[in-house]
């Protein structure tokens, strides 16, 4: 039987995760895996409603309810695609998983360590992804990416100071899990941000 692969990518807003990730599932089809691709929170019917529920409530969302709609997404995503799919062997490429979570609402909302450790593994039935790749950018350098673009969205909504903190987190992170978790740089343009993804998936075996 075909073993499957759970590889997840995360990274602070506006980082060009989402074109990264396309990229790089076109690249997992063309080495031959059976790639499926989706995201959280989403990924499943009742979990994209969810996803339009946490990301529309107005600021003032209590941290507790926050993370339980992020958690209720997940346990129904990794019930209802990524557990089926890896066990038909096939590899799963996810938008987002527990990093963000321990980034977004425990170092920057403050829910405890171990509480949110507890909660995840608990959403997750302790699943883990085996390799993931953060694409970290300096969140001022972004900013000015953004401004030269045009482009207008959560992310300066969010303010600098957010933005910081987030990319402070996945950092740390990426320091205490450095096998897992590998950083690439972000503000290089999109084809060597892809060369470097290639770079670390062939050395993780891919
Ligand atoms: P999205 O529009 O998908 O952002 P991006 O394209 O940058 O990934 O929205 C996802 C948002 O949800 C993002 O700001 C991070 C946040 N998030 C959490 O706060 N906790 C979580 O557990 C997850 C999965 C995401």
Same mark, same amino acid.
């Given at each position: 039987m075909k073993?499957?692969?759970?590889?997840?990518?995360?990274?602070?807003?506006?980082?060009?995760k989402t074109t990264q990730l396309q990229l790089t599932a076109r690249y997992l089809l063309d080495c031959g895996y059976d790639v499926v691709t989706t995201r959280e929170p989403g990924g499943t019917k009742m979990a994209e409603r969810l996803r339009?529920?946490?990301?529309d409530a107005d600021a003032a969302i209590n941290a507790r309810t926050e993370v339980l709609l992020y958690l209720a997404a997940r346990a129904e995503h990794v019930e209802t695609v990524i557990k089926p799919a890896l066990a038909a062997g096939k590899l799963v490429l996810c938008? /987002?998983? !527990? *990093?963000?979570?321990?980034?977004?609402?425990g170092f920057v909302r403050?829910?405890?360590?171990?509480k949110l450790d507890f909660l995840c593994d608990f959403a997750a039935e302790n699943l883990v992804p085996e390799l993931t790749i953060m694409l970290d950018a300096a969140p001022?350098?972004?900013?000015? /990416?953004? !401004? *030269?673009?045009?482009?207008s969205d959560r992310f300066e909504q969010e303010g600098l100071d957010f933005q910081k903190k987030v990319r402070e987190g996945f950092l740390m992170l990426a320091s205490a899990e450095p096998n897992r978790i590998?950083?690439?740089n972000a503000l290089q343009n999109v084809d060597a941000v892809q060369e470097n993804i290639r770079k670390i998936l062939k050395s993780a075996g891919f």
């Open positions: 073993q499957g692969h759970f590889i997840t990518m995360e990274g602070v807003d506006g980082s060009g339009s529920l946490v990301l938008d /987002r998983f !527990a *990093d963000s979570t321990k980034v977004y609402q403050g829910i405890a360590k171990e001022e350098a972004l900013l000015q /990416r953004r !401004a *030269d673009r045009g482009v590998k950083r690439v």
